[in-house]
């Protein structure tokens, strides 16, 4: 062997993961791949929420080779990558959420907040805790609540400026430039997944408001600077499994940091895909399945 292919051996290291595959988790984890906190990396997309970004697949990093015990974000990457080279209509993006593993961190709700500079009182992915039983056996369950991203959404028939709508690859948006904030969706929704922008900040009564709130944010891949009464003020939100990361070649945040690696997400059209197989497992359910909504949200119990 040349010096040349020995400098490319990856070696083990003693917990049994090579050099390679740490490096890939730690950009996953920090969001490197596309730069995505970078302000000049969005600075010019102008598109609006219902006009598909088409990925630019030159950008996605190289993934290790499957492995025996891999990290779920690398087998979830690699989904993510293969979804991503199929049209849009073709792609059916869902998430499962092991509740057997969460354990009520609120790591996913904080890394939502902070991937998406979400104001008081705006949740995209709450995570309720029920305490149940009777002393002194008492336990607690934790359930995280991100939008349903219903096949047959009860808000979107009810906007009266069709602000939101369903796009091809199952994602429910809302169109801030068209939203006129009459609240409608929010009262439509049956899981509570919508929240308003009241337009309030943490730092609202300190002396300075702070740098961080000032920061813009990059929904349905824009630009949304928070000025006056402009977008996204005074609209309706909601989560959107961060579009804007997905169509960059990025896992949604709350299943990047997930300390419990309970949270999956991938095309169920693809039948390699580990959300397809969760899927089938027989302690799967979905909340609120009589309503008819059809959530692709599906939970492991």
């Given at each position: 062997?040349?010096?040349?292919?020995?400098?490319?051996?990856?070696?083990?290291?003693?917990?049994?993961?090579?050099?390679?595959?740490?490096?890939?988790?730690?950009?996953?984890?920090?969001?490197?791949?596309?730069?995505?906190?970078?302000?000049?990396?969005?600075?010019?997309?102008?598109?609006?929420?219902?006009?598909?970004?088409?990925?630019?697949?030159?950008?996605?990093?190289?993934?290790?080779?499957?492995?025996?015990?891999e990290?779920?974000?690398?087998?979830?990457?690699?989904?993510?990558?293969?979804?991503?080279?199929?049209?849009?209509?073709?792609?059916?993006?869902?998430?499962?959420?092991?509740?057997?593993?969460?354990?009520g961190?609120?790591?996913?709700?904080?890394?939502?907040?902070?991937?998406?500079?979400?104001?008081?009182?705006?949740v995209?992915?709450?995570?309720?805790?029920?305490?149940?039983?009777?002393?002194?056996?008492?336990?607690?369950r934790?359930?995280?609540?991100?939008?349903?991203?219903?096949?047959?959404?009860?808000?979107?028939?009810?906007c009266?400026?069709?602000?939101?709508?369903?796009?091809?690859?199952?994602?429910?948006?809302?169109?801030?430039?068209?939203?006129?904030?009459?609240?409608?969706?929010?009262?439509?929704?049956?899981?509570?997944?919508?929240?308003?922008?009241?337009?309030?900040?943490?730092?609202?009564?300190?002396?300075?408001?702070?740098?961080?709130?000032?920061?813009?944010?990059?929904?349905?891949?824009?630009?949304?600077?928070?000025e006056?009464h402009k977008?996204?003020?005074g609209?309706?939100?909601?989560?959107?499994?961060?579009?804007?990361?997905?169509?960059?070649?990025?896992?949604p945040?709350?299943?990047?940091?997930?300390?419990?690696?309970?949270?999956?997400?991938?095309?169920?059209?693809?039948?390699?895909?580990?959300v397809?197989?969760?899927?089938?497992?027989?302690?799967?359910?979905?909340?609120?399945?009589?309503?008819?909504?059809?959530?692709?949200v599906?939970?492991?119990?």
């Open positions: 062997m040349s010096s040349t292919e020995q400098e490319t051996v990856v070696t083990e290291t003693s917990s049994g993961i090579s050099q390679d595959r740490r490096d890939v988790l730690m950009k996953i984890a920090s969001g490197v791949f596309a730069g995505l906190i970078a302000p000049a990396f969005f600075g010019d997309l102008t598109s609006r929420a219902d006009e598909e970004q088409k990925p630019d697949l030159s950008d996605l990093p190289t993934l290790p080779a499957p492995h025996p015990g990290d779920p974000l690398i087998h979830m990457m690699r989904d993510l990558q293969r979804a991503l080279a199929k049209p849009i209509e073709e792609r059916k993006w869902s998430m499962v959420i092991d509740l057997r593993k969460c354990v961190c609120h790591a996913c709700t904080i890394a939502c907040i902070v991937e998406n500079k979400l104001p008081p009182g705006v995209y992915r709450p995570v309720i805790d029920e305490e149940f039983g009777t002393y002194p056996n008492v336990m607690r934790f359930l995280p609540r991100p939008c349903m991203q219903c096949e047959k959404p009860p808000c979107t028939p009810v009266p400026v069709k602000a939101t709508y369903k796009r091809p690859d199952g994602i429910v948006v809302i169109d801030y430039d068209k939203c006129i904030g009459c609240k409608y969706c929010i009262t439509a929704c049956p899981y509570g997944a919508r929240s308003y922008d009241f337009g309030e900040n943490y730092s609202d009564h300190a002396p300075v408001l702070s740098d961080a709130e000032q920061t813009p944010s990059y929904e349905y891949q824009r630009v949304w600077n928070r006056g977008s996204p003020i609209n309706a939100r909601k989560c959107h499994f961060c579009l804007h990361r997905i169509e960059k070649g990025l896992l945040q709350c299943v990047s940091s997930c300390i419990g690696r309970a949270t999956f997400f991938g095309d169920r059209n693809d039948n390699k895909s580990l397809s197989e969760l899927i089938l497992k027989p302690n799967v359910m979905r909340l609120k399945e009589e309503l008819g909504a059809e959530p692709n599906y939970y492991l119990i």
